[in-house]
Each structure stands twice: as structure tokens, then as C-alpha cells.
């Protein structure tokens, strides 16, 4: 099943609970309780097992720029499988075109600044990252757990913050209308202050996934 931009949006508005920020920079989406915590407890357990120093492609040569850790999460697990189940089933994109599932941890003091989820074109890892399955498309992000203090996630050039919230689904097209990138998609993982923050990200691309 192969959507526009328009009708995965249109797919997400038409969801219970499911609300749309007020904005005609960028489709953004949030929807409180996705699911239960036994489910978002087994996936921070995984996490905590599997957990290794996150990446960025592009290195701008801040060696603080991210500073989470990340886990990949493998297909075919009970867990992994029920929540890739009920992103399909929210948003209607064909699972071919997503990557695999991942998880990330943000002890203390752990951010990842200002950045955006697509690959910008003529960046230095462009080719890298986008030549076999295109760029970034939607991104699903949902929070694992409350956070005592710190970790949200800010959107400067929407004027939107949100807060950590367990079981809190954050979605967003990467995209303009016209299929270019859209810079209004900048975000800011920022700093925890008390506790740990745990999430998990789905991303989309332009073609099947190939790697």
C-alpha cells in the first residue's frame, strides 16, 4: 500500500486521539497512550541490553552533538513485531519502505542537538545514506517512560516543545508538498536533568529499504 504525503496525514488526523499541531510549516502529529507498559517495559529492557554509543552521519565535528545511546532492535522479536504492527496499522505505510526499529537511552546530562532526521543533499554522507532506499520520509518517535526532569523534545522553528510522557507517539513527514526536504523539522533531543529517557524511532524512506 503505497500513500501520498497527503493521505498518511489525512490517515493520522482521522485517528482517536490523534492531534495535529496548528501549523502550515510542517505535519506533525502527536497521540498519547499508543500502548500499554508491559509492552514499553520489555522494549527498556532490551534497550539497556543492547545499548551502544549513538552515531551521526555527517560528523560537524561536535564530539557533544549527540551524545545517547543507541539499540537496535531486532525484527522478528514478539515486541519489535507488535509495535511495528500497530505503526502499519496507525499509518497505513507499506512496512517495505521502513528501516529497522531502534531504540535510544538518554542518562543525565545526554541530549542530541538541533538537527534533522533527513539526509541533507549534497552533505558528505548523502550518497551513503540514500543511494539504495532514498532519503527519510516519516519519522514515528515514542517515549518509553516519563522523565523526571529535562528530555524533551523541541521544535524551535514551530515553537513546540514536547514533553516526555510514557507511551507518547510524536510523528512527522520530513518532507515539503512538493516532496523537498522541509528545515522546519529541526528538533532538539535536549538534555535529561533528572531520571532516563527511553524511546523508540521508526523511520520511513523514499524507497524500499535496502540499507
Not at 80 to 93: F, K
Not at 135 to 148: E, G, S
Request: proline share 7%.
Amino acid at each position: 500500500m503505497t500513500l501520498t504525503s497527503e493521505s498518511i496525514a489525512a490517515r493520522l488526523a482521522a485517528h482517536d486521539g490523534v492531534q495535529r499541531l496548528p501549523t502550515p510549516k510542517a505535519e506533525l502529529f502527536q497521540l498519547r497512550g499508543f500502548a500499554g507498559p508491559d509492552l514499553w517495559a520489555e522494549l527498556i529492557a532490551m534497550i539497556d541490553a543492547g545499548r551502544r554509543p549513538s552515531t551521526i552521519a555527517d560528523d560537524n565535528g561536535d564530539p557533544v552533538f549527540r551524545t545517547s545511546e543507541t539499540c537496535d532492535l531486532p525484527a522478528g522479536l514478539p515486541a519489535v513485531e507488535r509495535v511495528e504492527a500497530m505503526l502499519t496499522s496507525l499509518s497505513g505505510l507499506d512496512p517495505v519502505f521502513g528501516e529497522p526499529l531502534q531504540g535510544q537511552r538518554y542518562a543525565i546530562g545526554q541530549e542530541f542537538k538541533p538537527h534533522t532526521d533527513y539526509f541533507s543533499p549534497g552533505g558528505r554522507d548523502f550518497a551513503k545514506f540514500c543511494t539504495l532506499s532514498g532519503n527519510r520520509t516519516w519519522t514515528f518517535m515514542i517515549y518509553l517512560n516519563d522523565v523526571a526532569a529535562g528530555g524533551a523534545t523541541r521544535f524551535k522553528l514551530l515553537d513546540k516543545t514536547f514533553q516526555p510522557e510514557a507511551g507518547k507517539l510524536l510523528c512527522w513527514n520530513n518532507r515539503l508538498p512538493d516532496g523537498g526536504i522541509n528545515p522546519a523539522t529541526l528538533h532538539h533531543g535536549m538534555k535529561v536533568r533528572q531520571g532516563v529517557k527511553y524511546v523508540i524511532t521508526k523511520w520511513y524512506r523514499e524507497k524500499p529499504w535496502r540499507g
